[in-house]
């Protein structure tokens, strides 16, 4: 079967850091992404990880460890406008497959 | 100038209707898909075409028949429309299937049956 799992919701405070995690098991691994939706919109791509490591944009970095199946995506001096939910998303062969979505919150 | 378009971006109908949501995508890509999104806000592949072909046909009911009539457009049509239809249905397209830069997705048909 194939199991991609975020927290369902978190909250955090203007400027500050926040993590969300991703634990997949997937009967295929190409690739993670990150996706970003705003209420009433399409989802928008934020970051690909294929290999081990951290990738770095801007505010915005993931982290990819394939022997674990765990991503994580950082979110650095937040702000009102990153207010979304956060979706996971696994390449399985010719296809992707999303996790449920971490709803994030950020107040003053 | 929009990358995926779809239409409409509302659809109410009554159940038993039959009904179609457009998607066009100008940036030459080789592959579209639709999503459905249901209330949870859980993204599931529903279908893929790559050039015209269906590649991906995920355990969705046959009352669902999508139309690739060129690469460039992928339509979807339901029958017999239920509640349980009820969802935001999004177009995406990629090239050569997924890629560095993953899909690129229209704005969503919120299609609301009653």
């Known amino acids: 079967g194939q199991n991609i799992d975020q927290p369902t919701e978190m909250t955090a405070t203007e400027g500050a850091i926040v993590q969300i995690n991703c634990t997949y098991q997937t009967s295929g691994f190409n690739g993670l992404f990150w996706y970003q939706q705003h209420a009433g919109e399409a989802p928008t791509f934020l970051s690909y990880?294929?290999?081990?490591g951290l990738e770095e944009k801007g505010r915005f970095s993931s982290f990819l460890s394939r022997s674990k199946g765990y991503s994580y995506l950082l979110l650095k001096e937040l702000q009102m406008k990153d207010s979304a939910s956060y979706l996971c998303a696994v390449i399985n062969t010719d296809k992707l497959i999303f996790g449920t979505g971490t709803r994030l919150q950020v107040f003053p | 100038d929009t990358a995926v378009s779809q239409t409409p971006k509302y659809l109410v109908t009554q159940m038993g209707n039959d009904k179609s949501i457009k998607c066009e995508q100008n940036?030459?890509?080789?592959?579209m898909y639709w999503y459905k999104q249901d209330s949870k806000k859980f993204l599931k592949i529903m279908f893929s075409?790559?050039?015209?072909?269906?590649?991906i046909n995920e355990t969705v009911p046959n009352r669902f028949s999508p139309k690739s009539p060129d690469k460039a457009h992928l339509n979807l049509h339901i029958n017999s429309l239920e509640l349980g239809d009820s969802a935001v249905y999004f177009c995406a397209s990629s090239q050569e299937g997924p890629s560095s830069y993953g899909y690129t997705f229209g704005s969503g048909t919120r299609l609301t049956v009653v």
């Open positions: 990880n294929v290999l081990d």
């Open positions: 075409y790559n050039n015209k072909e269906l590649i």
């Open positions: 940036l030459g890509h080789d592959t």
